[in-house]
């Protein structure tokens, strides 16, 4: 079962194990983590889901899509490495991610 790291704005970690398939956000919503709101449940139709992907791990979890692009324009403090946790599905490859949570959400 993959495992990620959530890293909140102040410094503590949530670790939780997700299914293979199911997406960053709905792991965080399973299990609570502090600050991923998905106030529209993962239909990539606001940005209340947004995480920074460790720079470490960027390669793996791809570039996002063209939708998830303009909905980052909604998100709080856009960096180069924000996504929107909705949009990451966990696989083996993924295995270990580390995803900081950024100080509020949209």
């Not at 970690?13 to 398939?21: K, L, N, Q, S």
């Not at 997406?23 to 239909?43: L, Q």
Request: hydrophobic share 40%; charged share 25%.
């Amino acid at each position: 079962m993959p495992h990620i790291t959530f890293v909140s704005a102040d410094g503590s970690r949530h670790e939780v194990d997700a299914a293979a398939g199911a997406t960053v956000m709905e792991s965080a919503i399973k299990h609570m983590v502090p600050g991923i709101e998905a106030e529209c449940g993962g239909a990539c139709a606001c940005a209340t889901c947004h995480v920074y992907v460790d720079e470490a791990w960027m390669a793996k979890a791809d570039s996002p899509e063209p939708m998830e692009e303009d909905m980052l324009d909604f998100a709080y403090d856009v960096r180069p490495t924000s996504r929107l946790s909705c949009q990451i599905k966990m696989s083996d490859a993924l295995d270990g991610i580390v995803v900081h949570v950024p100080e509020r959400q949209a």
